[in-house]
């Protein structure tokens, strides 16, 4: 069993900037493929970001290429999200998902054997 605890959210105004951090409770994450995903009031989950097992692949929604960045801790048991010129569109509830999924990056919410319990960014004025 995996827990990991996001950690990081807040209000941001617009054109600001914040890290998400993903920390998995007394294990590595390593062998994981790992990914973010936010959803918006009255919508679906939605994928964003993710890194392969291997670290060797990442895959970026292009809502958010050029903008965030998914990156592993050195000990191996933190993912970070790092988001820059936020937009009021990115307000949403952030999860990070850990997967077993063995090469690339899956971008389905149920390739995703665990969950965090996800933290709150609002990009607003």
């Known amino acids: 069993q995996v827990q990991l605890v996001e950690s990081g959210g807040g209000l941001v105004q617009p054109g600001g900037s914040l890290r998400l951090s993903c920390a998995a409770s007394g294990r590595t994450l390593s062998g994981y493929a790992m990914a973010w995903f936010r959803q918006a009031p009255g919508k679906e989950r939605e994928f964003i970001v993710g890194v392969s097992r291997g670290s060797d692949t990442t895959y970026h929604d292009d809502s958010v290429k050029g903008r965030f960045t998914i990156s592993r801790g050195n000990a191996e048991s933190t993912v970070y999200l790092q988001m820059n010129s936020l937009k009021s569109e990115d307000t949403a509830v952030y999860y990070c998902?850990?997967?077993?999924?063995?090469?690339?990056?899956?971008?389905?919410?149920?390739?995703?054997?665990?969950w965090g319990q996800g933290t709150q960014v609002t990009v607003s004025s």
């Open positions: 998902a850990a997967s077993r999924y063995p090469v690339g990056v899956p971008t389905l919410p149920s390739a995703y054997d665990y």
